[in-house]
C-alpha cells in the first residue's frame, strides 16, 4: 500500500470509525507502525515496531527517532542500542491534525540475511563435501571448484584455473582418451543429459585414483541448460576391494581346481601301485593259474615289493610337501662332499639312462669345495631333477649334471635335451601334482610332485631354484646355495 492510499485510509477511518478502533486497528497491524507528532517526536508505537526497532514503548514516546538514519521514505538503517544494525524500507505518512504514520517494512533485510545465510550455508556444505563438486558453463569452462577439487590437484588458487576449458585442467591432463571422454560427456550435458562415467585420475600423491565421475545440466525458466555440474567421487578403495574380491575369488575357484587335480593325480598314481599288489596279491592266493613254480611266484613277490615302495614313495613325497607348507621340517646340518653325493647319483641313474639310450654325463669344477648342509634333503632335490630330466628326454638325448662354484654361492645345474616346457607353465611347474601337457602327463610316471619338492626344499636351506626351458629346446633347472654353506677349503 502507497503513502497516498495508506493516507486515505486512515482520513476514511476518522472520518468514519470511533477512535478505539483506530486504536485497536494500529495495535494489532503486523506491520512494524508509529505515530509522530506535529513536533516531530514519537507519540505511540505498536509491539510489532518496537519489536524491530528493539526498545520499549515507554523510552520510545517523546523521543525523536534520531537512531533512523537518513530520515526519509526509502531504505534506511535502524541502529539498535545493542550496536546492531538493521536495514528496513521506510514509509511516512502524513495524518490529518499535523501528524505523521511511520510504517517500516522489515522484509527486504530479512529476505537478505536469509539469502546471505543460504549462501554461506550451502558454500560450508559445497566446500566441506567429500566429493569433487565443481560448476561449469555450458561450453564447458570452469567456473568454480570446492576445496576437495583444489587439493586433489595440490592447487589452492582457483583463480589460476577459472575460465578456462575444464578439459584443459590438471584434472585431465594424464590421459587423452579420458580428456576426450570428457569432452564429449560436455556436449551431451549441453542437450540437457545427465552423464555419468568411471575415470581415472592421478592424485596429489601421484598413486591412481579411481573416480565415479558425473556432469548434472542445470536449467533456467526457460528449459534452456545455464550451468553444468560436475561431480566426483573417489571410489579407489572400492576398487581396490571389488579387485581384492575378484582375485580372492580367482584364487578360490584355483584352489578348487587344484584339489580336483590333487584327487584326481592322486587317485591315478595310488591307484597303478595298488592295482599291482591286488592283482599278483590275488594271483598268488587263486588257483586260477594253477601251481606256481617258485621263481614265478618269487617274480611276482618282486613286483609286489616294487609297487609297494613305489606307492610309499608317493605318500612320503606328499608328506614331504606337508611338512614344508605347515613349517614342519627339521634340517640335519652335516658335511656334504657334493662331487661324491653327484658321482652317486649318476651311477644310481646310469642303468635308466642307458636303457633309454640317454648319455648321463657329470661336469665338475677341478676343485669343488664341501658344503654345510642336510645332505638327505639335497641327495632327495638332485635325485628328483635327474629323474625328471632323464624321464622327459627321449632316447638318443643327453643329460648333464653340472656343478658351478662362485662368489654368489654353488650351484647345482641339471641340463637335458627333453621335451622342454612352454613359457606360460614355468610359474606352476613348482605347484604340487601340476603336470604341464596333458598329453605328455600321463605316459610317464609321477604325481607331478618332483619340482614342488625341490623348491621347497632348497628355500628351506636358503637357497634359490630357476627354470629355464622352451619346447623342443630342453630343460635347464639351477639350485644355488648361498656363499655361507660353503666351507672354504
Same mark, same amino acid.
Given at each position: 500500500m502507497g503513502p497516498s492510499r495508506r493516507a486515505a485510509f486512515m482520513t476514511a477511518a476518522g472520518a468514519q470509525s470511533p477512535v478505539d478502533l483506530h486504536?485497536?486497528?494500529?495495535?494489532?497491524?503486523?506491520?512494524? *507502525?508509529?505515530? *509522530?507528532?506535529?513536533?516531530?517526536?514519537?507519540?505511540?508505537?505498536?509491539?510489532?515496531?518496537c519489536t524491530l526497532v528493539r526498545r520499549d514503548l515507554a523510552s520510545l514516546v517523546g523521543t525523536s527517532p534520531d537512531w533512523i538514519d537518513p530520515w526519509r521514505d526509502g531504505r534506511v538503517v535502524l541502529s539498535s542500542p545493542d550496536g546492531s544494525l538493521v536495514e528496513v524500507s521506510l514509509a511516512l505518512v502524513p495524518l490529518p491534525g499535523g501528524g505523521t504514520l511511520i510504517d517500516l517494512d522489515p522484509w527486504p533485510e530479512a529476505r537478505q540475511r536469509a539469502a546471505e545465510r543460504a549462501h554461506r550455508e550451502m558454500r560450508a556444505i559445497i566446500e566441506n563435501a567429500y566429493e569433487f563438486i565443481g560448476l561449469l558453463s555450458p561450453e564447458g569452462y570452469l567456473?568454480?571448484?570446492?576445496?576437495?577439487?583444489?587439493?586433489?590437484?595440490?592447487?589452492?588458487? =582457483?583463480?589460476?584455473?577459472?575460465?578456462?576449458?575444464?578439459?584443459?585442467?590438471?584434472?585431465?591432463?594424464?590421459?587423452?582418451?579420458?580428456?576426450?571422454?570428457?569432452?564429449?560427456?560436455?556436449?551431451?550435458?549441453?542437450?540437457?543429459?545427465?552423464?555419468?562415467?568411471?575415470?581415472?585420475?592421478?592424485?596429489?600423491?601421484?598413486?591412481?585414483?579411481?573416480?565415479?565421475?558425473?556432469?548434472?545440466?542445470?536449467?533456467?525458466?526457460?528449459?534452456?541448460?545455464?550451468?553444468?555440474?560436475?561431480e566426483g567421487r573417489d571410489i579407489t578403495q572400492r576398487k581396490r576391494a571389488e579387485d581384492e574380491l575378484i582375485a580372492a575369488k580367482l584364487e578360490a575357484e584355483?584352489?578348487?581346481?587344484?584339489?580336483?587335480?590333487?584327487?584326481?593325480?592322486?587317485?591315478?598314481?595310488?591307484?597303478?601301485?595298488?592295482?599291482?599288489?591286488?592283482?599278483?596279491?590275488?594271483?598268488?592266493?587263486?588257483?586260477?593259474?594253477?601251481?606256481?613254480?617258485?621263481?614265478?611266484?618269487?617274480?611276482y613277490l618282486r613286483l609286489i615289493l616294487a609297487a609297494g615302495q613305489h606307492l610309499g614313495a608317493l605318500v612320503e613325497d606328499i608328506l614331504d610337501v606337508s611338512r614344508v607348507e605347515l613349517g614342519h621340517i627339521?634340517?640335519?646340518?652335516?658335511?656334504?662332499?657334493?662331487?661324491?653325493?653327484?658321482?652317486?647319483?649318476?651311477? *644310481?641313474?646310469?642303468?635308466?639312462?642307458?636303457?633309454?639310450?640317454?648319455? =648321463?654325463?657329470v661336469a665338475l669344477p677341478s676343485s669343488v669345495?664341501?658344503?654345510?648342509?642336510?645332505?638327505?634333503?639335497?641327495?632327495?632335490?638332485? =635325485?628328483?631333477?635327474v629323474a625328471?630330466?632323464?624321464?622327459?628326454?627321449?632316447?638318443?638325448?643327453?643329460?648333464?649334471?653340472?656343478?658351478?662354484?662362485?662368489?654368489?654361492?654353488?650351484?647345482?645345474?641339471?641340463?637335458?635335451?627333453?621335451?622342454?616346457?612352454?613359457a606360460e607353465y614355468h610359474g606352476k611347474v613348482w605347484q604340487p601334482f601340476f603336470q604341464s601337457d596333458a598329453q605328455h602327463a600321463r605316459p610317464h610316471d609321477g604325481a607331478g610332485l618332483g619340482l614342488a619338492i625341490v623348491k621347497r626344499f632348497v628355500e628351506a636351506l636358503s637357497g634359490q631354484v630357476s627354470l629355464d626351458s622352451s619346447p623342443g629346446q630342453g630343460t635347464r633347472v639351477s639350485v644355488l646355495l648361498p656363499p655361507e654353506r660353503v666351507i672354504a677349503p
Open positions: 486504536r485497536a486497528a494500529f495495535t494489532m497491524s503486523s506491520r512494524p *507502525l508509529a505515530l *509522530l507528532g506535529p513536533d516531530g517526536r514519537l507519540s505511540d508505537a505498536n509491539s510489532v515496531f567456473l568454480d571448484a570446492n576445496r576437495t577439487a583444489m587439493s586433489f590437484i595440490n592447487c589452492d588458487d =582457483l583463480d589460476v584455473l577459472r575460465g578456462r576449458p575444464f578439459a584443459d585442467t590438471p584434472w585431465w591432463a594424464h590421459s587423452s582418451e579420458e580428456r576426450a571422454q570428457l569432452i564429449e560427456a560436455i556436449q551431451r550435458a549441453r542437450q540437457g543429459e545427465f552423464v555419468r562415467f568411471e575415470t581415472s585420475h592421478r592424485g596429489r600423491d601421484g598413486q591412481l585414483a579411481y573416480v565415479d565421475f558425473s556432469l548434472k545440466p542445470v536449467t533456467g525458466d526457460d528449459g534452456a541448460v545455464i550451468y553444468l555440474v560436475p584355483s584352489a578348487n581346481r587344484a584339489k580336483s587335480n590333487f584327487l584326481a593325480s592322486v587317485s591315478h598314481e595310488l591307484r597303478t601301485p595298488l592295482n599291482a599288489v591286488i592283482g599278483f596279491s590275488e594271483a598268488l592266493l587263486s588257483d586260477a593259474l594253477g601251481p606256481l613254480e617258485p621263481e614265478r611266484m618269487r617274480d627339521e634340517l640335519a646340518e652335516d658335511v656334504v662332499s657334493p662331487d661324491e653325493m653327484v658321482d652317486s647319483i649318476r651311477r *644310481l641313474f646310469d642303468p635308466y639312462a642307458i636303457g633309454g639310450s640317454i648319455r =648321463l654325463t669345495p664341501r658344503l654345510r648342509a642336510d645332505s638327505r634333503r639335497l641327495r632327495h632335490v638332485l =635325485l628328483n631333477l625328471n630330466a632323464i624321464k622327459f628326454t627321449p632316447a638318443g638325448g643327453s643329460v648333464t649334471i653340472r656343478v658351478t662354484v662362485g662368489p654368489e654361492g654353488m650351484g647345482f645345474h641339471v641340463e637335458d635335451t627333453g621335451i622342454g616346457i612352454p
